[in-house]
């Protein structure tokens, strides 16, 4: 069961409209690491949640909190646009300044949401459901979230720094805040999931299945090779249970792939040399 509350869980007003600000803004509701990315993601993960309460509740705490940062993002939105449009294109081929204000807008500000926010990204795109990331193992899930909230992090402050709106800033000055701690919040998670499990997802799958042999080897296939100087090409791995080993040289194992023709009914070109499969 989900209660609203109609306070903000912050309160920041601009100090004068900006539509075209607003449509900047938008990336933080509806792109790929925005907030609607994260609010669904956290939700989907916790009502997933079999048998560990701590995280399931974790995850539905954050996940709602995601859900009050996209109203408080819409309800910015909004105030920017505030006595902005109409009056402003009025004005617009009278100011230049303004009319180039103007044509940085979105359109579907004015015509589809009629002065609201959209669920989309900063061009227009709309979210999708494809963006979020769950599934049923918590090791994965909250590496996915901390890459989320390091990318969403990343995108407030370079908005941040393209405004000089105190209210603005003070908004984002918030939620930048919060990413902060969700980054910190998520690591500490990953560290006491690795401490339990290891490194390696998923922990329960023998190791002994798998090509060991090539585990743990960085092989050289480009230009180059700086990568070698890297803590993952010497030294005992970091899951400790392997030796990491630089190939410069990588020798290919297979031999090249010769297909068979394809069926007459087909139409493919057919195959200039026929003693390939004779």
Request: aromatic share 8%; hydrophobic share 35%.
């Amino acid at each position: 069961m989900f209660s609203h509350i109609k306070q903000l869980q912050f309160e920041a007003k601009p100090e004068r409209p900006d539509p075209n600000y607003a449509k900047k803004l938008q990336e933080l509701i509806g792109g790929q690491f925005g907030e609607m990315s994260v609010a669904m993601q956290y939700l989907f993960q916790g009502w997933s949640v079999r048998g560990n309460d701590k995280y399931k509740d974790l995850l539905l705490d954050i996940g709602t909190e995601e859900i009050g940062h996209i109203e408080m993002l819409a309800t910015m939105v909004s105030r920017l646009l505030d006595d902005a449009p109409v009056q402003l294109q009025e004005e617009a081929a009278k100011d230049p300044v303004i009319g180039a204000v103007m044509g940085g807008m979105n359109p579907q500000h004015v015509i589809v949401a009629g002065l609201g926010a959209r669920p989309s990204d900063s061009v227009g795109n709309p979210w999708m459901g494809s963006y979020i990331i769950s599934s049923g193992n918590l090791l994965a899930d909250f590496r996915a979230n901390l890459n989320a909230e390091s990318q969403g992090r990343l995108q407030a402050v370079r908005l941040y720094e393209m405004s000089d709106d105190r209210g603005v800033k003070d908004l984002l000055s918030v939620l930048i805040a919060r990413d902060s701690y969700h980054q910190n919040q998520w690591a500490a998670a990953i560290a006491e999931l690795e401490e339990q499990e290891g490194l390696l997802v998923p922990s329960t799958f023998p190791r002994e299945k798998e090509r060991l042999d090539v585990s743990y080897k960085l092989y050289n296939f480009s230009e180059g090779e700086e990568s070698s100087t890297g803590r993952w090409a010497q030294g005992q791995a970091f899951d400790g249970q392997g030796e990491y080993e630089y190939i410069s040289s990588p020798v290919p194992e297979g031999d090249r792939p010769n297909l068979k023709p394809a069926p007459s009914g087909l139409h493919n070109t057919p195959p200039m040399d026929d003693k390939l499969f004779r």
